[in-house]
């Protein structure tokens, strides 16, 4: 659900999530979907139409995963200029919220919408958004 600065809600919509949810996203390819606070780092149009990509790996997320000094100072400094965390880490990345449809879980780790709903969604939401993932 997007939210205005008032907790109003703008845009409400049913999700598809990665193929095994259950618990927290550890590395790449394990079909989880990470939970935390991101930011939108990318707008692009992809394999499954209008995309917008999610800052994960956050700081709290290399952290939790015992990741090197370098690696997490690299994500704090990404986060402070709102720019994409690298995403070639263990970790994995390249998390999107993207069209292709909500019938089951399905995603490789994104967040799976309608196409009509990721369209409206990708017009609404600009860069740097603020985005909550969790239970």
């Known amino acids: 659900m997007l939210l205005d600065a008032e907790g109003i809600i703008l845009f409400s919509c049913k ?9 927290p996203k550890e590395k790449e390819g394990d079909g989880k979907t990470p939970e935390g606070e991101y930011y939108i780092c990318l707008k692009k149009i992809g394999k499954y139409g209008p995309s917008l990509g999610i800052s994960y790996p956050n700081e709290q997320d290399a952290i939790r995963m015992q990741m090197d000094a370098d690696l997490i100072a690299c994500i704090r400094e990404r986060a402070r200029n709102m720019e994409r ?12 919220i993207h069209g292709g449809g909500t019938v089951r879980d399905w995603t490789a780790g994104c967040i799976a919408l309608s196409d009509q709903d990721a369209e409206k969604l990708y017009e609404l939401v600009p860069l740097g958004t603020r985005v909550a993932i969790g239970k």
């Open 15 to 23: 999700i598809a999530l990665g193929s095994a949810p259950a618990g």
């Open 85 to 96: 965390p690298p995403w070639g880490s263990p970790m994995g990345g390249e998390i999107y």
